[in-house]
Every structure is written in C-alpha cells, then in structure tokens.
C-alpha cells in the first residue's frame, strides 16, 4: 500500500526566504506526482505535475524535484510572499488511467510580513 | 488543465434530510471522476471512483447506500448524502483525471456540509 509523508507538517518563515517542502513515498512504481496548494475552505489548486521520467519541473518560483528511486519530492519555493501562506500537499498516482491519488498529510506553510 | 465546477460551495441542513453536490466539468468530456472527503485538519480521503454509465466504486468504510453516486453523462457527477447526520459534517471534493500531455487531476472548489 502506497504510503506518502509529508515534512514538516508545519512551517513559518519570514517573507522573502527560500525554502523547501519534502515529501516521501514508500513506492517507487508511480505513474506521476502532483504537488497542489490548498487555501483554508477552498479545494485544489494544481501547481506542478511531475511524469515519472521526469526530474523536475518548474513553474514561476515553484520548482519541484523528484527522485523516483528513493521515494522522494521536494517543493522549492523561491523568495516567499505572504500570498504564498496555505497548505501544501503532495499527491502520487500509480498505474495509468483511472488510477486513484493518494495524498500526503500536508505541511502548512505560513509566510509572515 | 481541466476546469471543474463544483456546487454548491457550502450548504447547512437538518439531521435526516438528503443533500445533493454537483460535479461538472466543463470543458471535456469525464468518463471518471472522484469524490474525497476532507475533515478539519487531515489531508483529503478518496471516498468513491464515478464511472460514467456504471456503478461507482466505493472505498472500503464508505457507506454506498448513504453516500449515493451518479454519473448519468460525461459532464456531471453528483454525490448524494442520504439521511444526513452530525458525523457527516465535512468538506466534500470531487476531482476530474484530465487528457492529453498534462494527465493530472484537476478538483473543485469543494462544498463544506454542515448538518445541524
């Protein structure tokens, strides 16, 4: 069964740092993983889809990084905003269509001014 | 990516009463959908895969004939919660598997049920 952890569960930074978002997966067979931001209230907002051939992608100042090999992703984000504040969560699908996600718990991220 | 329309965003009903969420996407056509629930604090927990035209398929622990799914077309899922209680006071969200080279989920908006 397909396990995803996320560290840490929670993070404040002063406005303007850099920093990074771990996630782990305890099965390497996975088809892609989707990093999503969460605002309190709201659903999903996609930001970067990672194919499991891929090592990176990068939107804006988000950068993820995966490393299917050892189970993990991380989330770069680059001189962090206030706006940036919500709960980010990691998702990995296995196998092809259809195929459910299973999410990590999520580390929530507070940017302060 | 895939745009989802989910209604209503939030809804407050009384014990025992039925509620109805809609899931639509908007521009393609949906042959599955998913539905999660989330409680306050916790990540989002899969709770039915829609299959247009046919029964959805419920995770283990989730009550079928309380949470009533149908996938008439390839725009519209609809979850049903029947005979609404206190427990199921929660934030539903359903999510479409989009096509072509971006194959990633896209989800609503969610609905938060309060039922009083």
């Known amino acids: 069964k397909q396990e995803v952890t996320q560290i840490p569960a929670a993070l404040s930074v002063p406005e303007g740092e850099n920093l990074v978002l771990n996630c782990s997966f305890t099965d390497s067979a996975i088809y892609n993983l989707q990093w999503f931001r969460q605002d309190p209230g709201k659903g999903l907002t996609s930001l970067l889809l990672i194919q499991s051939s891929q090592r990176e992608q990068t939107s804006g100042r988000l950068n993820a990084s995966l490393d299917k090999s050892s189970g993990r992703s991380t989330l770069y984000i680059a001189a962090s905003q206030p706006g940036d504040s919500a709960t980010y969560l990691c998702?990995?699908?296995?196998?092809?269509?259809?195929?459910?996600?299973?999410f990590g718990e999520g580390t929530q991220l507070t940017v302060n001014p | 990516g895939a745009v989802v329309s989910q209604h209503p965003s939030w809804v407050i009903c009384k014990s025992g009463t039925s509620v109805k969420i809609e899931c639509r996407s908007l521009?393609?056509?949906?042959?599955?959908m998913f539905w999660y629930r989330q409680f306050p604090k916790q990540s989002l927990m899969l709770m039915a895969t829609s299959n247009e035209g046919s029964k959805a398929t419920y995770e283990q622990g989730v009550e079928k004939d309380k949470f009533l799914i149908n996938h008439a077309s390839l725009t519209l899922s609809t979850l049903t919660v029947t005979s609404a209680h206190p427990e199921d006071s929660s934030f539903y969200i359903c999510?479409?598997?989009?096509?072509?080279?971006?194959?990633?989920?896209?989800f609503g908006s969610g609905t938060r049920l309060t039922v009083v």
């Open positions: 998702a990995v699908r296995l196998g092809t269509s259809g195929s459910r996600l299973t």
């Open positions: 999510s479409v598997l989009g096509t072509g080279s971006n194959y990633g989920y896209t």
């Open positions: 521009d393609f056509q949906a042959t599955t």
